[in-house]
């Protein structure tokens, strides 16, 4: 135990003599910045050390090593055209210096969601068309509805970066990637480290009347999205949404106007992604693990292991998973208010394992609600701890307090043992103590 804070005060010590700033040319960077580009996923680091284990572009060449500031910059770094990037399996390094936001026009220029409109679009002819006192609770169609989703492939074209294969992406300090989307799609050994994601904002979210029983509005666009990869290593980042928080958004149709997906969503038989020491602070959906319900290509994938995360403040999907193995252990929430929904989503197939977390909960959320039925039939849940209301911290058996308030009953036994962790499981009482000060962006060293 004493090696394990001798080490974080140690971490602490190089962040506050990290200098601040950074170099625009790789060779000029610090020492510290290029032994963490280079830095491959430790031996046994969860899911994402599972077979060829995750190097990302520790190999990259002088060439493919880059600095970049903007978004023109960063779609360089990655290939050079946007379309095409996902598949450009090159080793590449590509540290981001500042500030990169999605709606940067080719020029350098800002971009509204006016820019991204299809002309036959206008958000007050959609609402006035797709009212369901006038529509009906049916789904939008017609050229209104048309023009929307062509408006949606305009931002789809501008605001989704495609990651390719090989490729390490690391922030150096106060870098912040906003407005834009991380589409790691058939792109194995990946690794994305030391960002600050904020305000991944969808101009054009899709009324959905048949989305539960007052119907929703779903948005588009993660803040990083893993889709039919292997071996993905995200680390050290934090994922907010700023100044635009989806409780700020209007009321229509009776229904929250919500323009943020999730943070990180592992969907379409991707597999084999580790998630670690990140901090999520203030959204709706975080994490979604498989992406329907289908028994199809997803059975067997969707591994995943999430440990030493920061949940502050969040709502939902802490993870809510489909099918996979998923390993959720030393992880720290801190969860209340009105709008709280649940922590561990069991959905259909799924076989969540957890252990030793922490949860720091407002008077308001019961333990008994941090589980969520999706169609699940078990899970592992042990050593968990919780604080609640400011009182004294104790360990609480979730799934017992879950099935003595609710119907159908969870098992208690997911049908795996985890096997591929790095290192010690902390107990959960020093949890707080560790994740609070050393997950997120810019508490790396760099």
Known sequence: MRRILAGATVTALLLVAAPAGAATRPDRLGW??????????????????????????SAATPERTRVVSSRAELVAALGGDNAGNATDATPKLIYVNGAVDGFEGPDGSPLDCADLADPGYRLDAYLAAYD??????????????????????????????????????????????????????RASNVIIRNLTFVDARDCFPAWSPTDGEAGNWNSQYDQISVRRSENVWVDHNTFTDGDNPDSAQPVRFGRPYQVHDGSLDITHTASGVTASWNRFTGRDKLMLIGSSNTVGPDVGRLRVTLHHNLFDGVLQRLPRVRFGQVDVYNNHYRLGGDDFQYALGVGVQSAIYAQNNFFT?????????????????????????VRQGGGAARPVDLLA?????????????????????????????????????????DRLPM
């Open 32 to 57: 510290s910045a290029q032994q963490i580009g280079r830095q491959t996923l430790p031996d046994r680091d969860g899911w994402a050390a599972d077979g060829p284990g995750t190097t990302g572009g």
């Open 132 to 185: 369901p006192a006038v529509w009906g609770r049916v789904p939008p169609a017609g050229p209104l509805e048309e023009a929307r989703v062509r408006s949606v492939a305009n931002q789809t074209r501008q605001t989704q970066i495609n990651v390719g294969p090989n490729t390490t992406i690391v922030g150096l300090r106060g870098a912040r990637l906003t407005g834009l989307t991380l589409m790691v799609d």
């Open 361 to 385: 909960l407002d008077a308001t959320v019961d333990p008994a609600d941090l589980l969520y039925d999706w169609g699940g039939t078990a899970l592992t849940e042990r050593g968990t701890w």
């Open 401 to 441: 307090a879950y099935n003595e308030a609710h119907d159908p009953d969870l098992g208690a036994d997911a049908g795996w043992t985890p096997t591929l962790r790095h290192g010690p499981v902390l107990p959960a009482p020093l949890v707080p103590l560790v994740v609070g000060p050393l997950a997120g962006a």
